[in-house]
């Protein structure tokens, strides 16, 4: 099967930033779309960015200035750098990835998220 290995979040002030990186290994004959989705405590877990394997890129309005997401095809790797971070910003972060199996099945894959913080 296939694993999506998040790194990155923690703790920061509000106006700082971070970076989340997931990683998908696995029986992996190609990743379509990547990208990450956030929930924050008492809410539904709602889209933050996602990119298709050509590199086009879709944003959250909430977010749209200030994260940027990208990827490595050959790595199949995902990047989420976030910047000037607010406090509604607070979630678990988690990394999405539609894969195309060795087996020629299409699947939906999750991370197992990481959390983000913003509070002075």
């Known amino acids: 099967q296939v694993q999506l290995a998040e790194s990155g979040g923690g703790l920061v002030q509000p106006g700082g930033s971070l970076g989340l990186s997931c990683a998908a290994s696995?029986?992996?004959?190609?990743?379509?779309?990547m990208g990450w989705y956030r929930q924050a405590p008492g809410k539904e877990r709602e889209l933050v960015a996602t990119?298709?394997?050509?590199?086009?890129?879709n944003y959250a309005d909430s977010v749209k200035g200030r994260f940027a997401v990208s990827r490595d095809n050959a790595k199949n790797t995902v990047h989420l750098q976030m910047n000037s971070l607010k406090p509604e910003d607070t979630a678990v972060y988690y990394c999405?990835?539609?894969?195309?199996?060795?087996?020629?099945?299409?699947?939906?894959?999750w991370g197992q998220g990481s959390q983000v913080t913003v509070s002075s």
């Open positions: 696995g029986s992996i004959a190609s990743v379509n779309d």
């Open positions: 999405n990835a539609v894969v195309l199996l060795l087996s020629g099945v299409r699947v939906n894959y």
């Open positions: 990119i298709t394997s050509s590199g086009s890129t």
